[in-house]
T-cell receptor, first 113, second 111 residues
Framework: NAGVTQTPKFQVLKTGQSMTLQCAQD?????MYWYRQDPGMGLRLIYY???????DKGEVPNGYNVSRLNKREFSLRLESAAPSQTSVYFC????????????FGPGTRLTVT | SQQGEEDPQALSIQEGENATMNCSYK?????LQWYRQNSGRGLVHLIL?????REKHSGRLRVTLDTSKKSSSLLITASRAADTASYFC???????????FGRGTSLIVHP
């Protein structure tokens, strides 16, 4: 039981490049989330998926898109990376829907130059 | 915008002492959750307390919730060096059900 896995662990992009961050969970959770964590800002929700087939914007969705590929996988795409998107990105899943405790992946450290 | 705000921002104590950190929030909540984050790692869930609960325990952790003051506290008793981490509160509001994290308290426990 791997829990929540994220790939890649580290990534460096040039401004304007695109990339997709992958997230998968093997706990049969309905809800999944993408957060970014910046120094002094805590975690901010980018997008979430309450259940398979649905996605919704969080607090900071601009510049990102998501796909809930199936119940296990929830990907985050940066279409045209900007230096302001330099951050650590965490994926999480939740057993009891949006109100339940969340299980986090190890994070992806992204630098945009 | 952050719903929950932790206080203090940083806390430094000696092993064996108790550590208390607080979380204040602005709007009504469904539940409040505390998480720990070790350096360079993902967050780990510690305790979830619902709006109709006042206190919960888990091992050396004790969480209280005062909905009239819109605040919660996390007490770690008999702290250990391994408790060194950042601690975050997350609130799930009664309306949006979107979890909102505070900026965290950085705890250092000196051996």
């Amino acid at each position: 039981n791997a829990g929540v896995t994220q790939t890649p662990k580290f990534q460096v992009l040039k401004t304007g490049q695109s990339m997709t961050l992958q997230c998968a969970q093997d706990m049969n959770h309905n809800s999944m989330y993408w957060y970014r964590q910046d120094p002094g800002m805590g975690l901010r929700l980018i997008y979430y998926s309450a259940s398979e087939g649905t996605t919704d914007k969080g607090e900071v969705p601009n510049g990102y898109n998501v796909s809930r590929l199936n119940k296990r996988e929830f990907s985050l795409r940066l279409e045209s990376a900007a230096p302001s998107q330099t951050s650590v990105y965490f994926c999480a899943s939740s057993e009891e829907g949006l109100v339940g405790e969340q299980y986090f992946g190890p994070g992806t450290r992204l630098t945009v130059t | 915008s952050q719903q929950g705000e932790e206080d203090p921002q940083a806390l430094s104590i000696q092993e064996g002492e108790n550590a208390t950190m607080n979380c204040s929030y602005k709007t009504s909540i469904n539940n409040l959750q505390w998480y720990r984050q070790n350096s360079g790692r993902g967050l780990v869930h510690l305790i979830l307390i619902r709006s109709n609960e006042r206190e919960k325990h888990s091992g050396r952790l004790r969480v209280t919730l005062d909905t009239s003051k819109k605040s919660s506290s996390l007490l770690i008793t008999a702290s250990r060096a391994a408790d060194t981490a950042s601690y975050f509160c997350a609130t799930v509001s009664g309306g949006s059900y979107i979890p909102t994290f505070g900026r965290g308290t950085s705890l250092i426990v000196h051996p």
